[in-house]
């Protein structure tokens, strides 16, 4: 896997959010990925990860806007800001995240990001 390829795959898989469809990430995510959504429980499995990915949400627009991105070796890092609507609002949320490319899939996703700062977005929607 070149850090050509691997930031690529980040890349496209960031930009397959504005489909607004979880069935379009699907192909991005490896069968034993690990998805931690910082603070949150971490999840283990393509399965428990799509049920989580089906729950988000509703939203009527997303954009996640890569800010930076630095690749070392398999690991992509991503400096990014997530754009949401909901109800008509706009949430903006800041993250870190870094994935993991294995055999071309995302077996690691780990996302850091403000939980109270998104939730109070939520709360005045």
Request: charged residues 25%.
């Amino acid at each position: 896997m070149t850090a050509t390829n691997a930031a690529a795959i980040v890349r496209s898989f960031c930009a397959a959010w504005e489909r607004l469809d979880p069935e379009v990430l699907a192909p991005f995510l490896h069968d034993d990925i690990l998805y931690h959504n910082m603070p949150l429980t971490p999840l283990n499995g393509k399965g428990p990860v799509m049920d989580y990915l089906r729950k988000a949400g509703p939203f009527e627009h997303c954009q996640w806007e890569i800010v930076n991105l630095a690749v070392q070796g398999n690991t992509v890092l991503t400096e990014r800001v997530d754009r949401f609507v909901k109800h008509g609002k706009p949430i903006a949320l800041e993250v870190m995240g870094i994935f993991e490319i294995e055999r071309g899939l995302i077996r690691v996703w780990r996302d850091y990001f403000d939980l109270a700062g998104y939730r109070r977005q939520l709360d005045a929607l």
